[in-house]
């Protein structure tokens, strides 16, 4: 007589069970004030990025801070002209999110928060017509 089972259900078979210590813990998203407006990171304030922005927006702002970041990460000390754009990436990725600039985005008028972004997300694509999307 013949057998047969699905390979998923014999690779199933031969797995062992997962246990507690070998499953990884998620990150948990860093605190907040209760305000909203700071997240606590190591006992630390930063500036929250502005809840209003559209989750098309943050991704495209995020690319561009994670960008920026890299850059001047792997920039040679060298080359200077190419370190000042990653910070500049940096900076202004940093205003579209809210992390920085005056006025606060919660002391900002909504059509204020708007424009911020999208200017930002304008130089941004001037500095990068590649990674625009």
Known sequence: ?????????????????PSKETVQPRKSHPSKTDDGHYIIVNGRKWRATDPMAPSDVLAELKHFLAKGRSGARRQNRDDSEKRQLSRKTTGLAKLGLGERGKPEWWNDTNEGRKQ???????????????SSS
Request: aromatic share 6%; charged share 30%.
């Open 1 to 17: 007589m013949r057998i047969t089972r699905s390979v998923s259900k014999m690779f199933e078979e031969r797995l062992p069970s």
């Open 116 to 130: 911020r972004w999208e200017n930002t997300l304008t130089q941004l694509r001037e500095l990068h017509p590649s």
